[in-house]
């Protein structure tokens, strides 16, 4: 499922599915995250992973304008109110479309 929300882009993996095949490997991708503000005019996409099999925690990568990815503290609050800022317009965003 993927959204533009002005400029900034979001992604949100589904879990695997049980008896789905994995692609990539079982493991976190993030082993370092960074705490400190990155400012959304920097940020061009956000991928939300949600924890699984893969990676016991959450895990939110944002790629910025100049195509280097960082992997966000999930735990931060920034990082936090961003991600529930994106998945309120994509509710809202799911809303409109399903309505008739």
Request: glycine share 4%.
């Amino acid at each position: 499922l993927t959204t533009k929300l002005g400029t900034l882009e979001l992604t949100l993996s589904p879990p695997p599915r049980a008896g789905a095949p994995m692609a990539g490997e079982l493991r976190c991708q993030c082993l370092q995250t960074e705490t400190a503000v990155i400012h959304p005019k920097r940020v061009a996409h956000v991928e939300l992973i949600p924890e699984g099999p893969h990676c016991e925690v959450p895990e939110v990568i944002a790629t910025t304008k100049h195509g280097k990815k960082v992997c966000l503290d999930p735990t931060a609050p920034w990082v936090k109110l961003i991600v529930t800022k994106i998945m309120n317009s994509q509710s809202l965003l799911k809303r409109e479309l399903d309505s008739p």
